[in-house]
């Protein structure tokens, strides 16, 4: 094989051209992970951080585009999947509502969250003095 530059081999048949063009693979599964993964976290602070809602809602935006430009115009076309991903994504999905409420109603009783003015009583013995 002839080389134009050094590091640009000169293809000799279609078979170097497609292998050239063909995209990467698509991982259903990795794609499934890094959004439960960014769901999970959001939904485990957002009571006392409520910005995450948005945050969120740009991922799963950014996600649903981003996977469609690589499924519908760079990757190779990926192998049928059944809906188990989809299931067990929806499995988890009362977990992370669960830990949400028990986060924040931890968060919430802790003492150090809302600190208490001083009480009355003891304001009144200090004017005294």
């Known amino acids: ?13 279609q078979a170097d051209l497609d292998k050239a063009t063909v995209g ?13 993964n960014s769901m999970m976290v959001c939904l485990l602070f957002s009571a006392g951080i409520p910005l995450l809602y948005f945050v969120a809602g740009l991922v799963c935006f950014a996600t649903y585009a981003v996977d469609k430009i690589m499924l519908l115009r760079i990757a190779r076309q990926p192998p049928q999947f059944d809906q188990s991903l989809t299931k067990q ?15 924040g109603v931890w968060m919430f009783s802790s003492a150090g969250m809302w600190p208490r003015p001083p009480s009355t009583h003891s304001e009144k013995k200090k004017s005294k003095l």
């Open 24 to 36: 990467p693979d698509f991982y259903l599964s990795t794609r499934y992970g890094m959004l439960m």
């Open 89 to 103: 994504f929806l499995r988890i999905i009362p977990v992370g509502i669960l830990l949400h409420s028990l986060w």
């Open 1 to 13: 094989m002839s080389c134009i530059l050094p590091c640009m081999p000169l293809p000799l048949m």
